[in-house]
């Protein structure tokens, strides 16, 4: 755990956060009070997840972590992207450069986030989900993978949406797993996404159909 408010090699430490032993930090990242950059991710007894090596978090050049947000082992934070205030990244995430996550957003484990992406306040990405550069999803959009709520058989894998470069999602909308939004298509806010969405396509409803 480190403390200075202000370290000689040019990263700035707000008060009370807290950095893992390994954590990789460039020049010129800020880590706001009372966030925590490097932690190991703790599972339930009952989660068919795998605890699996996620080796050291790193935070390129000029990345910025907010107050009480969580970046945990294993993530890759790129040069001048934003992590918001008490957000979550979970373990092995990749965040591109310049992307900005809202605060209270969560990311799940081994999702992609592209360059110059934007996920709003309270969004959740859930585990394996792929954003695009340049994507813009508005806030409290939820992502799902699995059609059993945490029941699917041995082995069967997680399908988590793709949101393809360039698309938007409206605030509240819901994407059903495995789901693709194509590149610059629309969806307006509060849909329902039960199906493929082609380029430049806009949609909306619940379920979400071309107007």
Do not use: Y
């Amino acid at each position: 755990m480190a403390s200075e408010s202000d370290l000689s090699d040019g990263v700035a430490l707000g008060a009370r956060a807290a950095i893992a032993p390994g954590t990789r930090i460039g020049r010129g990242c800020v880590v706001e009070d009372g966030a925590v950059v490097g932690k190991r991710p703790v599972l339930a007894a009952w989660t068919s997840a795998r605890e699996v090596e996620a080796g050291p978090a790193v935070l390129a050049p000029g990345a910025v972590v907010g107050s009480g947000a969580i970046i945990f082992a294993g993530a890759r934070i790129g040069a001048g992207a934003v992590v918001g205030e008490q957000a979550n990244v979970r373990e092995r995430a990749v965040i591109g450069a310049d992307a900005s996550i809202g605060h209270h957003a969560a990311l799940g484990s081994d999702v992609r986030i592209g360059a110059g992406a934007a996920i709003g306040d309270g969004t959740w990405l859930t585990t394996g989900s792929v954003v695009e550069d340049g994507a813009w999803i508005g806030p409290r959009v939820t992502t799902t993978n699995d059609h059993t709520m945490g029941r699917l058989p041995p082995r069967r894998p997680l399908r988590a949406p793709v949101l393809r470069r360039g698309c938007t999602i409206g605030a509240g909308a819901v994407l059903l797993p495995g789901v693709e939004v194509g590149a610059g298509a629309r969806i307006a806010p509060g849909a329902v996404v039960a199906r493929d969405v082609a380029a430049g396509v806009e949609v909306a409803g619940a379920p979400a159909g071309v107007g």
